[in-house]
């Protein structure tokens, strides 16, 4: 059986008020982790190579394209998307904000990086 609750302003406000800020400012890093860890249920912390490298398969795999099939399509050299997805070296902020735009717009970014017809 699944209760679903609704959280109303008030019960947020509630919630909020019931938290002791004071502990949880003073929680460390390593304090974290080990809760983290602790729980079975928690999601493994991962690092920024990690992360990096799943959100470049996961944009590529949700367009269905291979590893040079995207490098082509986005005109990005084909060692490099292996080298993101090998976490062999991580992609830079303008990377990371041009894997952003390529899943929001998969087709506008391919048909911009097009040779114009002169």
């Known amino acids: 059986m699944v209760v ?13 008020a019931e938290v002791d800020w004071a502990a949880q400012d003073a929680l460390t890093d390593e304090d974290i982790e080990r809760a983290v860890a602790s729980d079975p249920d928690a ?4 690092s920024d190579a990690e ?3 799943a959100i470049v ?3 590529r795999t949700k367009l269905r394209l291979s590893q040079a ?11 490099t998307i292996r080298d993101w ?6 992609p830079d902020a303008a990377a990371m904000s041009f ?6 717009e998969p087709d506008m970014v391919a048909r ?3 040779p114009a017809n002169r």
Request: aromatic content about 4%; hydrophobic content about 50%; glycine content about 2%.
């Open 99 to 104: 894997l952003k735009v390529i899943a929001r």
């Open 69 to 79: 099939a995207f490098a082509k399509r986005y005109h990005i050299p084909p060692g």
């Open 57 to 59: 398969r996961s944009v």
């Open 4 to 16: 679903r609750l609704k959280a109303t302003p008030e019960a947020i406000a509630a919630a909020l």
């Open 51 to 53: 992360l990096a490298a």
């Open 85 to 90: 997805e090998q976490m062999r070296k991580k």
């Open 112 to 114: 911009a990086l097009e």
């Open 43 to 46: 999601a493994p912390i991962r």
